[in-house]
C-alpha cells in the first residue's frame, strides 16, 4: 500500500514537474492577455507558437539576470511596463507605436501589424544594430537602386508579349517583383489606406498594406528602418533551435543563383548534421562545440557564438554576418573583397556601373574592404573551423578555396572577353551601345556562366559540397557554357563576313 | 532496504507498463495467426511494420466507439467475423474474396496480393468515397485515354533507333510506362495465369499479375476499383504520421513538370515543419493547430481535419484533395478552374482536343466548375490560412498568387503564338497538320515553357517557395525559353524566304 | 517525509545512472589522456564527438568477447598495448607508426595525421579487406590511370583561357581536381617537407602534406594503403547510426552523373525513412528488420547485416559493396556486369579504349563477372528485398529494371551511332582521329545523353525513384538530347554538302 502511494505521489511529482515546465512563468500583461482572449480562437496556430515560445516564459528583467554568456537579451535597460512581463502580443505589436505608420485602433489598443527591427531592438539592441551592418539589411536598395541589376531583374520578370511588331518585354510589375526578387530582398511596405472587413467580432477596421505579406531579409518598413528579424526567426516561436538549423537559410539560398544550402547539403558536415543532430542541443545559450553540437550548420559558421567545454568564446556572435566573410562569392561576376559598407548600391566601376569590379575583373577596391581586413575576417573564420579541425587541414581547405576561386574567375574573365568581343564586333549589344548586357540569347549564356556555374563552382569549394563543383552546376556546365559562347562567336563572325 | 525494494517496484511497474502499451490490446484473429506464423519469419519486415500499426492495436469495434472527433473508421457498421480482432493480414488479404480476380488459394485461404479501396471501404467508406470523386483515382484513364497526352508519352518514352531511314521513334512499350509515367498514375493490374515456385514450406502456386508492383494513386485493381490508398498510406504499418509529412507526397511531387514538393522545400512552412516538427505531434486526432503542431505539411492544407485549442473544426478532412483547390496550375498548357468531374479525358475543346482550355487560353467553361464554386473552395483553403495568419496576410498573398498566375498565363499565350506560327509557317508541324505538337525540337522548348516554367512559377506563388520562381525553373527560364522560342521563329522564317 | 527521501533517493540513483551510462566504462590509455589534456582546449569538438563514441566506451578486449553476431571487431587478437583501454586518439593516431611516412615527433609522442585502413584493420581486418575488392577502394587508380576518363576529367575540369589564337583549354592542375573528381575518388597523399607553426603551447613542426585535408574512397595513404573508412564513418564519432543513414551517401552520390541519393529520395523507402526513421533503432547490432526498422536506407541493401527476428541472418555484412550488385549502371556507356577485379583500368576494349564495353554497347567479357555470378549477386539483393517483399512483388520489379536498362542501352546506342556518324564524315573529331571524345559542343551532349540521362533512367528503374526516369533527367531529356543529336547530325551533313 505504502508502496503504491509513493510511487504516485512520484508520478504526482512528475506530471506538475512537467506541467510547470511548460506553464507560464511570468505574468502576462493584461493587454496581452486581451489580445489572447479573441486570438487563441481566430488564429490559434499562432497563439499555441507563441506560448511554446521563450518570449512567453521569461520576462525581460528575468533575462537580463542571466550571466553575460546566458544572456539573449543585450539591452541593459528596459521600458518599465515591459519589464516584469512575458514578451506578448502587446508588448511587439503595440511597442514604438506613434513611429508606426501601420498603426491602427483595434479593440482599444494601438496596434501594428508590422512588427520590425526597432521594435526587437528594444531589448535586442546590439544585435540589431550588427544587422544594420550587413548587407541583408541593405537588400531592397542594393537591389532597386542598381540600374544594372534592374535590367537583370527586367530580362528575368518583365513578360513577353507577342505582336506584328516583334516580342516586346514589359517591365515587371510591382507584384510580380513582390513574388519573386524581392521576396527574399524585401519589399517596401507602405499604407494605402484602411478597409473595413467583417468578421466574427463585428466590423472592423484594418489598414490596407501594399508589399504585404513579406519577410524578405532587407525589407523596408513602416517606421523607415530595414530588415526583418523574422526572415530567420521565424513568428511566433522565434525559436533560436530553428535559426540555428540550416533550413532557414534554404528558404531564400537554394536557387542556382546562390546555392548556399544545395552545396551545404552534400558536404560531411551537412552529412554530420542531418544523421545525428537528432541527439544534439540546439537550444544552449552559451553553444558547446563537442557537448550541444559537433558539426556546423549555417549559423555556427557564419554567426552564432561558440564556447569550448570550459566555457571559453571560440568566436562571439554576429548578426552582421560578413564578419567572418573575407570574399564576396555570389551574385556577381567576379569574386571580390567585400563592399566597405552594406549599401552596394553606391558602388562606380570605371565604365559607370554599379559593379564592385570592372568588367575584367579588377577590383574597384577603393569600395571594398582590404587586404588586412579581408585576413582579419578570414581568421576569425578559421577559429570556428579550428573548433575541430588542425590548423593543417584548414591551411590545406582555404588554398585549395583561394585556387578554386582563382581559376574560376579566370574562366570568367575569358567567358566575359568573348561576350566583350562580340559587343564590339555587333554580333549583340551591350552597355557601350547603350543596351542591356543580359538581354540576349548569347548574353544569357554569359549570365549562367557567372551568376549560376561560376558562383557554384566557388561556393562548392569554400563549403565542400563538391558536387555542385563538378557536375552539378559545376565546372562541367561552366566550362560547356564557355565553349558554348566560343561556338557562338566564331559562327556569327563567319556568317557575318560571308 | 525499503527504499531499494520501492525503486525496483517501480522500475518493474515502469518496464511493465512500456510492454503493455506496445502489445496488443485486441484479438488477433485465428486466420492472422496463421499467416503471421510462417511470414514472421519469410516477410519478417512487413509482420513487424504491422505490429507497429494502430491496425494491430485496436478492433473496428472499439475503433468505431471513439468521440465523433476522433475517429478513423467512417463505417457504422462491421461484418460480425471482422468486428472484434485486430485488422490483421486475413482481414485485408481474404476481404471480399469473390470480386478479387486475384484472388488464390494459399495454405488453406483465398487470399488475394493486391488490397484495394473497395478492401479498406469495409471500415473506411467515407474516405474511399471521397477519393473516388479525386482526381487522382482517375490518373490512369486521365492519361491513358487521353489521345493528346499520349503523344507526350510518345515523345517522352519512346525509344529513339537509328537507321539508313532515319531516326525512329517507338511507340512506348507497357514496361517502360509502367516504369516511367504509370508508376505514379497508376498500372492495370490483370492476371496472367499462374506460376508454381519453389518455397521453404514446399511447392506454391501463385497467380501471375501485369502491372505488378505498382502503388500508383489511380491504379486499376483485380476488383477494377480505381486506386491505391497505400500510395500514401505506407504497408504495413499505414501510419497518419507517414501520411501527414510531406515526404509522401515528394514521391511523386518532385519532378520539374510538378515540383510541389522541391517548391514546397523552399518555404518558410517548410522551414518550420523541418527545424521544429521533431516536437510535434504527427499522429493526433483531432488534429490540433497551435497544439500539436504549428506550421503545414502538404496533409494540412490538403486533407487534413483540423481543429482549434476548443477542438471546434476549423476545416473538415478530405480525401477529395480538390475540394480546397480553386484552380489547376499543373501540367497543363494554361491554369483553368478545376474540372466539374474527376475524368478529365471526356474534356474536348473546339479543336477536338482533349485540353480543358483552347490553344490561346480560353476555358473550355461547360466542363469545368463556375466562379461560385471556385471561391467557394478558395475560402476553404483560406480557412486553413486564417488558423495562423490575419486576413489581410492572406488576401494580401491571393491577390499575388492570382496575379502570377495571370501573368505566366499571358506569358505562355506568348509562346504559344511563337509555336502557332512556327505550325502556321510550315517551320515544325502541329495538330493542324495532323502531327504530334511535341515531338519536335522547337515544340519541345514550347512543352517545357508550360510544363516545367511556367507551372513552377505558379506553384511558387501558391505555397510561397519563391526560388522556383525565379531563377530555379522559373522566370528565367520561362522567359528565356520565350526568347529563344522568338529567335527560332524569326530565324527559319527568315531562313525560308531566302 | 518518508516518501520524499525515496523520491529524492530515486533522483540521484537516475542521476548517477545517467552520469554512468555516458562515462567511461574503460580506462583511457595514459598516452591518450596526455592527448586530451591539451586537445579538448585546442580541438573541443572532437573530443566531444570521440568521447560520444563507441570507440570512447569499450576496449577491443571486451569488445571481442560479444556474441559473434554482436560484434563490431573482427580480429581475433588485439596487441597488447591497446587491448584493455578505450580506443583512444593515441591508439588510432600512433598505430603502426613504422610504416607512416607522415608520422612525426609531436610532445614526445610518434603521431600520424592520417589515419588508414591499415590501421583500422588492427581491429576490423575483415571489414578492410573487404574493402580492398571495392571498386571505391581503387577509385583513384580507377580514374588517374585511364587515359580515356583522363580527357573527360581535361573537358571538365581544365579552364579556358582566350588569346588572339583562340580558345585554350589548360590540362586541370592538382588543386582543381583535389577540389573536384578527387575529392570524392580520394586524392594522393604525400609528405613534402616540415613545417614550424606557433601554437598556443609554443613552437611546434608539423608535417606538410599534399592533396590533404580529403577524405575520399579511394585515398591513396601516407603508408600506401588505398581508401579511407572515414567516408563513411565520419571522424570521431565513428557512429553506426551515421553510416547506415542515407546522408552519407549523399556527399558523393547526388549529382546527375551519379544521382543514387537524388533517386533513392524521391523513392518510397526514403518516404518511409525519413518518416518514420526518428522512431527506429539505428544502432542496433545485429540490425532487426520489422524490429529496428522497417525500410532500407542505402546501407540496408548495399552493405550491413540483416536478421530477422529470431536472429536469423538474412544477408552478410559486406564492405565490398559489389557483392550484390550483378550490373554497373553509371558512370559508363552502356550498363555491363560488374569487373572481375576493382581495378577497372585494366579493361581495355577491341579499340584499345580503356572501356568495359565496345562503343557499340557489346560487354568486353573477359574482364566482367558472368552471367553466373551476376544472377548470384542479383540473389544477395533480392534476399534483402524479400524481408518485406514477396517473390511475386521482388521479381516483377527486377524483370522492369532488367527491362529499362535494355531499352536504356538501345537509346545510349542510337545517340552512339549518331556521334559515331558525326566523326565518320568530320563533323566532329574522335578517338579514331586522334582526338578526345568528349571536348565538342556535340560530344558533350552525347556525354550528357548517358553519363546523366541514362544512368538516371537507370538508377530510377532499380531503385524505383521514377521521377528521375521520366521528366528529371530522365527519358524526357535522354530522347531530346538524342532528338538534338540528330538534327545536329542531319543539319550539318546538309551543310557539308552544300
Chains 1, 2, 3 share one sequence.
Not at 502511494?5 to 515546465?21: D, P, T
Not at 517596401?188 to 490596407?208: A, L, N, S
Not at 552594406?342 to 558602388?347: A, K
Not at 565542400?464 to 562541367?476: E, H, K, L, S
Request: glycine share 6%; proline share 4%; charged share 20%.
Amino acid at each position: 500500500m505504502r508502496e503504491r502511494m509513493v510511487v504516485a505521489f512520484f508520478i504526482i511529482v512528475f506530471i506538475l514537474g512537467a506541467f510547470l515546465s511548460s506553464a507560464y512563468s511570468v505574468d502576462i500583461s493584461d493587454a496581452t492577455q486581451s489580445c489572447i482572449e479573441c486570438h487563441s480562437s481566430v488564429t490559434p496556430g499562432i497563439v499555441g507558437d507563441w506560448k511554446r515560445s521563450v518570449h512567453a516564459a521569461i520576462s525581460p528583467e528575468i533575462a537580463s539576470k542571466k550571466p553575460n554568456i546566458e544572456r539573449r537579451v543585450s539591452a541593459k535597460h528596459f521600458p518599465q511596463a515591459l519589464k516584469t512581463y512575458a514578451v506578448g502580443c502587446a508588448e511587439c505589436h503595440t511597442m514604438n507605436a506613434a513611429s508606426h505608420k501601420d498603426t491602427f485602433e483595434h479593440n482599444g489598443f494601438n496596434v501594428h501589424v508590422v512588427v520590425t527591427p526597432k521594435d526587437c531592438a528594444v531589448c535586442h539592441p546590439v544585435e540589431v544594430e550588427e544587422y544594420k551592418g550587413n548587407l541583408m539589411a541593405h537588400a531592397y536598395g542594393n537591389l532597386h537602386n542598381n540600374t544594372l541589376y534592374q535590367l537583370l531583374v527586367k530580362t528575368t520578370n518583365g513578360s513577353r508579349s507577342y505582336s506584328a511588331q516583334g516580342l516586346f518585354t514589359s517591365s515587371p510589375d510591382l507584384y510580380t517583383n513582390a513574388d519573386s526578387c524581392y521576396y527574399c530582398h524585401g519589399t517596401v511596405i507602405e499604407i494605402k489606406g484602411k478597409v473595413t472587413k467583417d468578421t466574427q467580432f463585428g466590423e472592423m477596421m484594418f489598414p490596407v498594406l501594399s508589399g504585404w505579406p513579406n519577410h524578405g531579409v532587407g525589407r523596408i518598413n513602416p517606421d523607415s528602418s530595414m530588415g526583418s528579424c523574422t526572415s530567420c526567426h521565424s513568428r511566433h516561436q522565434f525559436s533560436i533551435e530553428m535559426a540555428r538549423k540550416p533550413y532557414t537559410c534554404r528558404e531564400c539560398h537554394k536557387g542556382p543563383d546562390v546555392p548556399a544550402y544545395a552545396v551545404y547539403s552534400v558536404s560531411k558536415h551537412a552529412n554530420i548534421v542531418t544523421s545525428l543532430g537528432k541527439h544534439w542541443n540546439f537550444k544552449g545559450v552559451p553553444w558547446r562545440v563537442g557537448k550541444d553540437f559537433s558539426a556546423p550548420t549555417c549559423a555556427v559558421c557564419h554567426i552564432s557564438e561558440i564556447v569550448d567545454n570550459e566555457g571559453e568564446v571560440l568566436i562571439k556572435r554576429t548578426h552582421k554576418m560578413t564578419d567572418r566573410l573575407p570574399w564576396r562569392l555570389l551574385g556577381l561576376i567576379y569574386s571580390h573583397n567585400y563592399s566597405r559598407t552594406p549599401d552596394t548600391d553606391r558602388i562606380k566601376n570605371s565604365m559607370g556601373l554599379q559593379l564592385p569590379t570592372e568588367l575584367t575583373g579588377e577590383s574597384v577596391s577603393s569600395y571594398l574592404i582590404d587586404e588586412r581586413e579581408a585576413e582579419l575576417r578570414l581568421s576569425k573564420m578559421k577559429r570556428v573551423c579550428l573548433g575541430c579541425h588542425s590548423t593543417s587541414w584548414v591551411d590545406g581547405h582555404f588554398k585549395r578555396v583561394r585556387h578554386s576561386i582563382k581559376i574560376t574567375d579566370q574562366s570568367i574573365l575569358t567567358a566575359t572577353k568573348i561576350i566583350m568581343d562580340a559587343w564590339k564586333n555587333g554580333i549583340c549589344k551591350g552597355p557601350s551601345q547603350g543596351d542591356s548586357p543580359f538581354n540576349e540569347a548569347m548574353e544569357k549564356k554569359w549570365v549562367e556562366a557567372w551568376l549560376f556555374y561560376g558562383n557554384s563552382v566557388r561556393y562548392a569549394a569554400a563549403m565542400a559540397g563538391t558536387d555542385y563543383g563538378v557536375f552539378q552546376n559545376g565546372r562541367w556546365y561552366l566550362n560547356k557554357t564557355i565553349d558554348e559562347l566560343w561556338d557562338i562567336l566564331i559562327m556569327r563572325t563567319l556568317a557575318s563576313k560571308k
